[in-house]
Structure formats: C-alpha cells, structure tokens
C-alpha cells in the first residue's frame, strides 16, 4: 500500500498526526453538520410558515379553492383549511378536520384530537380563513429537507479524511526515506545522512545526527590507531621480558642469576608502567563530558607537589613553587590532577640530577589562568615539539631515558577536555623546557 491509514506503532509521530487531524477533521465536520441540520430546520419552518400564510392570503383574495385538493393535502402535508362567514357561519372545511371553531389571529400551536397542528388565521370583513398543518407531517418533511442540507458534508468528510491521510503520509516520506537507509546501513558505515528534501524541522535532527556521527567515526579512528600502536609498543616490552627471562633460566650462577632477575624486574616495572600510561590515556581520550565544577587550581597544585616531592628528591631535584595564585577553574579535579602529575613526572624523569624543577600557578593579562612547569633538563628541539604529543613519540634528545612516550598525549587529551591549550618553550631562567596549561575560561580567586 501507498500509505496506512493507521499507523500500529503506539508512539507514531504519524498515527498521532493522523490521529489528531482526522480527529479535529471529524469533530468540525460534526459540528457543522449540527450547525446545518439546525439551521435547515429553522429555515424549513419558517418556509412552511411562510407557505401557510400565502395560502390564506391566496384564499382571503378570491382564488378558488380548486386548487387545493383537500385529500392529497391532507395526506401528504397534513395541511387542513377552514373558512367562516362574518356572521360566524361556516363556509369551507377540509374532509375529516378536527380543528376547532375559532383560533386567534396570526400563527398559533394548537392541539386537537391528540394532533399537534401550526395555524394561520387571516380575517377581513367578510371572511375568516384559517389554515393549519398537522406538526408531525411538518416536522417530518423539515428533517427530509434538512438532512439533503446535510448530505453532502457527510459525504464529503470521509472522503477529505482520506486526502488528507494520504497528504501526511506524504509529507513523511521522506522521513520513512531516511529511516529506511539509515536501517540498511552496516555497522560501520557512518557517512552524513542526506539532508536534501527533509523538512525543516527534521534537518536539524538529521543535522546532529551526521555531527555525532562524525564525532563517533573520529573517536572509533582515534581507538583503532591507539590499538594498533598499543599493540606495536607493547610488542617490544613483552618480547624483552621473554628474552630476560630466558636469561634468568640459563644463568649458571648466582651473581648472573641476581643480574638476570634484576634487569627482569626493570623490564616488568617499564611494562607496567606503560600498561598504566595506556589505560590512563584511553580513559581520558574516551571519558564522557561531565559537568564541571569548580576546581581549586592552588589546592591541586600543592597535593601534586607533596605527592612527587619524595621522588624528586631521590633523583637530586629542586622541586618548588616559584609563583602560586589563588585560582580556580570549572572543570574536573582528578582530571587536572593527572594533566599535572604527568608533567611533573616527565620533569623529573627527564632533567639529571642535580637540577631544579619549578611549577607556577599564574594569573594571565586576560584574566585566565595558567599552569607553567620549567625545568633545567636538556629540553626538546623546536623541529620535534609539534611530535612529542602523539602517542609513543619521544624526542632523540630523551631517548636514552626509560619511557613510554604517553605523557605528553595525556597533557593535551586533558587540556583539550577543559577547553586549555598546551605549549612547549625555553626556560630563560632554568634554560630547560617550559611547558604552559593556559586555560581559556574566565577564572576566579579563592582563599589560599
């Protein structure tokens, strides 16, 4: 079929649509029928009335009564005829009326022999005339010319249901159009959905769709390369913890053994840490938008230092604050605290002992904030900045140094959460690298 009269589904924007307008077409139609049957009824009664009243008049002027034929009258009209004299006596009365002797003047009910009857009484000086009509033949010839009045809207209202049934079920075509590519595609398949020839108040979903479609085509590219290259860089560590323990197994003695078995927890400590890095960054890449609150940037800042004082320590570093701010930001905490902790890390792990390791928290000329971390370390060339935030890339500077190359990645999935740009520079002061957090949000201070 071209189109369902009714649709089954019980949440059908068509069969409410449907449901509603023929709805709303049925009641109007009713209503007007109402209004018409009545209005005919009216007009029906005031014909007669009128009838009845040019018959008297038609009598009272002399036209002979030969053209009324009181039995077909009677029988198809109920109409009945009686004329007195001006002394009173009577001069005509229809075949088997029952109408009394006198009636007042002008049209009147009257009831008479259990018959209800509509009269006219028209008198002059030399005569009375009285015409009547039986109520019940006149009511029933009223509804017979009422009903024709009606009989074409009722004829007329299934068929305009039908139109307009079919015009919504054409304006929905393309909406059963789209549904119907959208139920053949595959899996995979999340090309835009085409907008031509939709409704304007469709384009928009199908707009959001195709956006989200996008999103989601980028986010599954995005999880496909992370796969591969998780698989790629975790192919080495795990063939070299293989390959220690072989070692391990064919020492032949206890100072090779002890040798063996450290450098196979080295290898296993530098796997784990990669694992770490790996879910570390899938979650951030892959975290859903929450609401943001606000964070106490200071508050943050101060728990990361205490946390990687002990370490830094262990290596020889001057880990301080050389400039704190009282500031705060919308976003996520433990997100932040991960943004931070990895630069930190990386600062430590990659600046030789003895060095300096400085973190500041500032308020911008623009009124944002940002987080700077500089270190005295050998930094990373200007031609191999725009790569060290890819996953699994390292600068040749740093690549003696035991890591995962997922740090910088995790900075810049975190800044990009928040709306925050990462940018990496010389340190004047240390003459290592400086790295700045500049959050784009207004921020606002609090108590420190």
Same mark, same amino acid.
């Given at each position: ?12 924007l ?16 009713a209503?007007?029928?109402a ?45 009945e ?11 005509f ?80 075509r ?46 599954l590219?995005? =999880? ?5 290259? &998780? /698989?790629? #860089?975790?192919?080495?560590? +795990?063939? *070299?913890? @293989? %390959? =220690? ?5 064919? &020492? /032949?003695? #206890?100072?090779?053994?002890? +040798?063996? *078995?450290? @450098? %196979? ?5 530098r796997a ?7 879910? +570390?960054? *899938? ?111 390292r ?54």
């Amino acid at each position: 079929m071209m189109w369902r009269f009714w649709a089954p589904a019980r949440h059908s924007l068509r069969a409410r649509l449907q449901a509603l307008v023929l709805g709303t077409i049925l009641l109007a139609c009713a209503v007007l029928a109402a209004t018409a049957y009545r209005n005919a009824l009216f007009e029906a009664d005031a014909l007669f009335d009128e009838h009845l009243r040019q018959m008297a008049q038609a009598v009272q002027q002399g036209v002979p009564l030969g053209w009324i034929n009181p039995e077909e009258a009677s029988e198809d009209a109920g109409i009945e005829v009686q004329i007195w004299g001006a002394d009173g006596f009577p001069l005509f009365r229809s075949p088997r009326s029952v109408l009394p002797g006198r009636a007042v003047l002008g049209f009147s009910d009257i009831q008479s022999g259990g018959v209800r009857y509509r009269v006219y009484t028209l008198q002059t000086a030399l005569q009375t005339v009285q015409i009547a009509q039986d109520m019940s033949a006149r009511d029933a010839r009223a509804r017979a010319l009422a009903f024709r009045a009606v009989l074409p809207l009722l004829g007329i209202t299934p068929m305009l249901m039908l139109v307009v049934g079919w015009i919504i079920g054409r304006a929905l075509r393309p909406v059963q159009r789209m549904q119907r590519q959208v139920a053949r595609r595959s899996a995979d398949d999340l090309s835009p959905l085409p907008e031509q020839g939709l409704p304007d108040e469709v384009r928009p979903l199908v707009g959001e769709l195709n956006a989200l479609f996008a999103r989601v085509q980028s986010t599954l590219q995005a =999880q496909r390369h992370f796969v591969a290259d &998780a /698989a790629h #860089e975790l192919r080495s560590p +795990l063939t *070299a913890l @293989r %390959l =220690q323990m072989q070692a391990l197994q064919r &020492a /032949a003695d #206890e100072p090779t053994r002890e +040798l063996a *078995a450290q @450098r %196979l927890r080295q290898g296993i400590e530098r796997a784990i840490d990669l694992v770490g890095q790996l879910l +570390l960054l *899938a979650r951030q890449e892959s975290a859903p938008e929450a609401q943001a609150q606000p964070v106490d940037l200071l508050a943050l800042t101060r728990e990361v230092m205490a946390e990687c004082l002990p370490l830094a320590g262990a290596r020889g570093l001057d880990l301080g604050v050389d400039q704190a701010d009282a500031l705060t930001v919308p976003g996520q905490a433990e997100a932040l605290r991960v943004l931070l902790r990895n630069l930190v890390d990386n600062a430590i792990k990659y600046t030789p002992g003895p060095g300096t390791i400085d973190v500041s928290l500032l308020r911008q000329a623009d009124g944002t904030a940002a987080w700077v971390v500089e270190d005295s370390g050998p930094g990373i060339p200007v031609g191999e900045r725009a790569r060290v935030f890819d996953r699994f890339k390292r600068g040749e500077s740093v690549a003696e140094v035991p890591g995962s190359g997922l740090g910088l990645a995790i900075v810049e999935a975190v800044a990009r959460q928040h709306g925050a740009r990462v940018s990496l520079g010389d340190s004047e002061r240390l003459g290592g690298l400086k790295v700045t957090v500049a959050f784009d949000a207004k921020i606002g201070a609090t108590t420190a």
